[in-house]
């Protein structure tokens, strides 16, 4: 199924493990580096920044609007409650289930 990529690559985090701002420094490195790497190219993320209450918002605006239409998938897995809510394997399955 071909997709319009708007993304260069969807960052997916729980919003606690980024208090501090170390997604962000993360992400924000991996843009720069890639910068020096390709002579000044800048990347284009999608990071959501609203805190995920439930599954329909989830796919609705998350998946529909950020995943589907990013290249690749950057994901940071941590013990956080709202990472084992949600679930690595809620993603999965939904890319599974688009694209299969």
């Not at 924000?28 to 990071?47: D, Q, S, W, Y």
Request: with cysteine; hydrophobic share 40%; glycine share 4%.
């Amino acid at each position: 199924m071909p997709r319009d990529i708007e993304y260069d690559f969807f960052v997916s985090y729980a919003s606690a493990d980024n208090r501090e701002g170390w997604v962000d420094a993360v992400v924000n490195e991996v843009m720069a580096e890639h910068a020096r790497f390709t002579g000044g190219r800048e990347l284009k993320p999608f990071i959501d920044r609203q805190c995920i209450d439930n599954l329909s918002h989830w796919h609705a605006e998350i998946f529909n609007k950020g995943l589907a239409r990013s290249r690749f998938f950057l994901a940071f897995l941590s013990p956080c409650p709202a990472n084992s809510r949600l679930g690595f394997t809620t993603v999965v399955a939904s890319l599974i289930q688009t694209y299969s």
